[in-house]
């Protein structure tokens, strides 16, 4: 094992600290009773307890729940194919080129041009059905469109990993498509789909920019909740909540390494 | 009649081959040029187009929206917009710069810690990473109040007025942005600095290299892969950042980010907000072009 300079762990330290002061500020002062300010009045759990009553907070969280379920089912199933579809065939060079720009698109742009995209397509899509007023649907698609890139490529990752020789071996054995699909190409890409899915859920809990652009009236999801609280001035409820949401964030977090590292 | 070939232990045609494959590419393929490809020629052709007066779109095709974003107007030249989109830029590479920075020392300080206890610091760095922009940022609302010893020790010395948060300022978006995007530098970075080869280290030491030539020379090039990775994954996003300057900068220190959601938002003004989405994409294009460049030069050394 080397040794680290002492003035090089300190700033690693201090590093450390900068990135975690504000997440553990908030943690603390959501069990502060104070009801304003930062001065310690004493341990209380209420501020978790209210959050239960609010109305707008619970249909926040169930549309923040909805949105991520769904679209990661979705983009879950279509990068997954697309996958399949990229990595297992002989396509030629220069589709294969386009293909894997085309992929990389929603991965590398800034999501605030993707979210402003979707917003005039929207607009344009209204004037064919109502279906595309700003809402939860909206929010789903924006969100399946940015998942689907990130699950295609983790998936693709592993369909490099794994090779080709048990589906050889399938084949020679008379195995069809639809055998061949099933019982060998799916158990064998099952960690790479799990850890692409959590991958797209994560993504989807943590974005913001598109939600933004994209939500009507009655979609609040509970990044969004708080972005229009803070203007309205920080209180317990609100650290209370970002508490909460930052412990999900952990566990996700913790479970995807898990997940990841034994696959 | 296509010929018959062996496509891993499936005797088949090529044509058949790829008819099948273009099954699975079909649905994927087909979402993504609906909502990807098309919305973007979609935000082309609007920014081309007038806004009517009432905020509607009018299909007249004109350049007034570029114009407007270079500064002309009918009152004549400002620089305005452009400061906004050089600040952009600015923050983004000060961000940059300053997240690599401080990765270094992170990222050599966690390779340093035995086997066990290095996941736990390394899952420490993932955490903020996943983490909710909107709750990072609210973080720092709280941790920059009036009556905490940050903004009290600034008061103390006359940076801010008593009793005044330590936002919005330019100082409160550094803060925030660095702390964003700290670790999109510092995870990729870290993958590299795990494979350092410490023998080239030491040799450099051996023949008397200063500490700088150990790092130009010995780390630096080592490091390039993980560094030139972090350096994209932070510039690119940091230059359409808006929810940092928004919540902590206030109205003075507005970014391209915060322009672009202002037409779509209270202004509704689409035909320049699509305008300066597409500025915003030049200067990504570009950013990415100097990557590929210089990543190319790499793997040449």
């Not at chain 2, 220190?253 to 907000?273: A, C, E, H, K």
């Amino acid at each position: 094992m080397r040794r680290t300079h002492p003035l090089i762990a300190a700033i690693a330290l201090l590093t450390m600290g900068f990135l975690y002061l504000p997440l553990l500020g908030v943690a603390v002062f959501s069990v502060n009773a104070a009801r304003r300010g930062v001065v310690w009045q004493g341990f209380t759990l209420d501020w978790y307890l209210k959050l239960l009553d609010n109305e707008w907070i619970l249909a926040a969280a169930w549309n923040t729940l909805v949105l991520a379920v769904v679209s990661t089912l979705v983009a879950t199933v279509l990068g997954t194919i697309l996958a399949i579809g990229m990595d297992r065939f002989p396509w030629s060079k220069r589709s294969a080129t386009g293909l894997d720009i085309l992929l990389h698109i929603p991965v590398v742009i800034p999501d605030i041009i993707l979210a402003a995209a979707l917003v005039v397509a929207f607009g344009l899509l209204r004037l064919l059905s109502s279906i595309f007023e700003p809402g939860l649907f909206n929010m789903i698609i924006g969100h399946i469109t940015f998942q689907i890139a990130f699950v295609a490529l983790v998936v693709r990752s592993r369909l490099v990993a794994i090779g080709r020789e048990v589906e050889e071996a399938a084949r020679d054995l008379f195995a069809d498509n639809w055998y061949l699909l099933r019982r060998v190409m799916l158990p064998l890409l099952l960690p790479g789909i799990v850890a692409g899915g959590m991958l797209a859920f994560t993504l989807s809990l943590d974005d913001f920019v598109i939600s933004f652009f994209t939500a009507g009236p009655e979609s609040q999801t509970l990044p969004l909740y708080i972005f229009a609280a803070v203007r309205r001035g920080v209180t317990p409820q609100i650290h209370a909540l970002s508490t909460l949401v930052l412990l999900i964030t952990i566990i996700l977090v913790v479970a995807t390494e898990r997940l990841t590292r034994k696959g | 009649m296509s010929k018959l070939l062996v496509w891993y232990g499936e005797l088949t045609t090529r044509r058949s081959l790829l008819e099948r494959g273009a099954l699975f590419l079909i649905p994927g393929m087909l979402w993504l040029v609906f909502f990807i490809v098309l919305p973007g020629l979609v935000l082309v052709g609007v920014s081309l187009a007038t806004r009517g007066s009432y905020g509607q779109l009018e299909w007249q095709f004109t350049l007034e929206s570029y114009k407007r974003l270079a500064g002309f107007s009918l009152f004549g030249w400002t620089a305005d917009y452009l400061t906004i989109l050089w600040r952009s830029v600015v923050v983004a590479f000060f961000t940059t710069l300053i997240s690599v920075i401080l990765s270094y020392p992170l990222c050599f300080f966690i390779a340093a810690r035995p086997a066990r206890s290095r996941y736990l610091w390394l899952t420490l760095v993932i955490i903020p990473f996943w983490t909710n922009m909107v709750i990072r940022t609210y973080a720092w609302f709280l941790i920059l109040a009036p009556e905490l010893p940050f903004a009290r020790l600034a008061a103390y010395f006359g940076f801010i007025a008593e009793g005044a948060p330590l936002y919005p300022n330019a100082f409160a978006v550094y803060i925030g942005m660095v702390s964003m995007f700290l670790p999109f530098v510092a995870l990729p970075l870290y993958a590299s600095v795990e494979r350092l080869d410490w023998t080239l280290v030491e040799a450099a030491n051996d023949l008397y290299a200063g500490r700088t030539r150990v790092f130009t020379q010995a780390i630096l090039p080592q490091t390039l892969p993980g560094l030139s990775v972090g350096i994209v994954l932070t510039f690119v996003p940091a230059m359409g950042m808006f929810v940092v300057p928004d919540l902590l900068g206030g109205a003075k220190y507005m970014l391209v980010g915060n322009l672009i959601q202002q037409q779509f938002g209270t202004s509704r003004d689409w035909p320049f907000g699509a305008a300066v989405s597409m500025a915003l994409m030049v200067l990504t294009m570009i950013s990415l072009q100097l990557y590929r460049r210089r990543s190319k030069e790499i793997a040449y050394v």
